[in-house]
């Protein structure tokens, strides 16, 4: 099974409103990771989890929280967010040692912030 | 650093035409090459892969073969179908817990 999963498929939110992003997968990796697509451009590294410890933040504002309950759950936060955070955003999973690895990817979440 | 360049589109072809969709990369040490395939409205889907020099990855009906001595990693479909239709991005690693270095994407558009 090489299935990442996440939810919701779809969000609208407010400004002011909190809200989050779920993700998950069973594949037993320890690296899993938060992107952030906009149209017609490649997904942009937001965050990096190694052992459910944050390994790489890509300067990415504190109105993005993120989580790693443990090693199958990623979260994302949202609150305060601005219209240009309307994007897709991406969750992936891969090994975390050794050799360079295949980065397996959920569906997304498209979120739309008015 | 570590970079990825594959030719720009929107590539259109008819059904049945020979596809290429070039990719280039720049790394340190050995990285790992991957193609991914991005449906309308969807997530990424590993296309293919290969992990070292001549390595040739291939699935339904795709190719791309590791070489080494020209940095490339070209994606080949001897016969494209309207199912095809996608954005294509090639994509490197170098290591097990690093984020994928992308290229910028190459939309494909199958006509029938």
């Known amino acids: 099974d090489t299935e990442v999963t996440q939810t919701p498929k779809h969000l609208v939110m407010g400004m002011t409103n909190k809200k989050s992003l779920k993700c998950e997968q069973h594949m037993g990796h320890r690296a899993m990771y938060w992107y952030k697509q906009k149209a017609k451009k490649p997904p942009e590294l937001m965050f990096v989890?190694?052992?459910?410890?944050?390994?790489i933040n890509e300067s990415v504002p504190s109105r993005f929280s993120p989580e790693c309950p443990n090693s199958s759950l990623l979260n994302l936060h949202l609150h305060a967010l601005q219209p240009e955070d309307s994007a897709l955003y991406l969750c992936?999973?891969?090994?975390?040692?050794?050799?360079?690895?295949?980065?397996?990817f959920g569906p997304g979440t498209r979120l739309t912030v008015l | 650093g570590n970079s990825v360049t594959q030719m720009e589109g929107p590539v259109t072809l008819s059904e049945e035409a020979f596809l290429t969709i070039n990719c280039t990369y720049t790394a340190t040490g050995y990285p790992s090459l991957f193609w991914y395939v991005q449906y309308p409205g969807e997530g990424l889907q590993l296309l293919l892969k290969a992990t070292k020099a001549d390595d040739k990855g291939s699935n339904k009906g795709f190719e791309a073969t590791y070489r080494k001595e020209t940095t490339s990693f070209h994606l080949e479909k001897g016969s494209v179908q309207v199912s095809d239709s996608a954005v294509y991005f090639c994509?490197?690693?170098?290591?097990?817990?690093?984020?994928?270095?992308f290229g910028k994407g190459t939309r494909l558009s199958v006509i029938a």
């Open positions: 989890y190694s052992y459910e410890k944050l390994s």
């Open positions: 994509a490197l690693s170098t290591r097990g817990n690093t984020p994928l270095v």
């Open positions: 992936a999973s891969s090994q975390d040692r050794g050799p360079p690895d295949t980065q397996y």
